[in-house]
T-cell receptor
Framework: RKEVEQDPGPFNVPEGATVAFNCTYSNSASQSFFWYRQDCRKEPKLLMSVYSSGNEDGRFTAQLNRASQYISLLIRDSKLSDSATYLCVVNKGSARQLTFGSGTQLTVLP | GAVVSQHPSWVICKSGTSVKIECRSLDFQATTMFWYRQFPKQSLMLMATSNEGSKATYEQGVEKDKFLINHASLTLSTLTVTSAHPEDSSFYIC???????????????FGPGTRLTVL
């Protein structure tokens, strides 16, 4: 089993749509959770950290369920500029090393 | 946020040669740097973790004699791919976290990556 598993995608959605990505992780000792976005041939950039209480940043909402070891990202009112690969990222227990999911590709269509 | 640079941004080399990639933290002290590799349509895979002044810790399956990592200062880490072969062609990305004045960054800051093509 992979340490971090994500929806394989790709997701092709029209502008304005709401899209949700899911992710599960295997290491119950993980303490930090993130969503990164990666544009083609670029480095990943932090989109948002994910907290147990859930957190929202504009059109983006992230949720964490520690009991189920499940993380989600919701994007509302999709924009063309949201087209990217979204990476679910978990730290390795208490260490600083990050484990990346394989990513879910999103294409927002005009 | 903090800035991490990488050099070169891309390199093409012949099989059997060695390639050095530099990773620099520009405005903070990187106590820890990480090196990743990403093959096409795959996610980032951690290769090694390096702490300033000590030997790097390599992930399982990564040959330490092939991928030499040096982290001699708080702002510079280098990855040398020795005797590169076509299967080493990949996108190599470094990241760093550390200290800036009184603050300790938990976030990792990524460099822009180096695209290596071995002919």
């Amino acid at each position: 089993r992979k340490e971090v598993e994500q929806d394989p995608g790709p997701f092709n959605v029209p502008e304005g749509a709401t899209v949700a990505f899911n992710c599960t992780y295997s290491n119950s000792a993980s303490q930090s959770f993130f969503w990164y976005r990666q544009d083609c041939r670029k480095e990943p950039k932090l989109l948002m950290s994910v907290y147990s209480s859930g957190n929202e940043d504009g059109r983006f909402t992230a949720q964490l369920n520690r009991a189920s070891q499940y993380i989600s990202l919701l994007i509302r009112d999709s924009k063309l500029s949201d087209s990217a690969t979204y990476l679910c990222v978990v730290n390795k227990g208490s260490a600083r090393q990050l484990t990346f999911g394989s990513g879910t590709q999103l294409t927002v269509l005009p | 946020g903090a800035v991490v640079s990488q050099h070169p941004s891309w390199v093409i080399c012949k099989s059997g040669t060695s390639v050095k990639i530099e990773c620099r933290s520009l405005d903070f002290q990187a106590t820890t740097m990480f090196w990743y590799r990403q093959f096409p349509k795959q996610s980032l895979m951690l290769m090694a973790t390096s702490n300033e002044g000590s030997k790097a810790t390599y992930e399982q399956g990564v040959e330490k004699d092939k991928f030499l990592i040096n982290h001699a200062s708080l702002t510079l880490s280098t990855l040398t791919v020795t005797s590169a072969h076509p299967e080493d062609s990949s996108f190599y990305i470094c990241s760093a976290n550390g200290l800036a004045g009184a603050w300790s960054y938990n976030e990792q800051f990524f460099g822009p990556g180096t695209r290596l093509t071995v002919l």
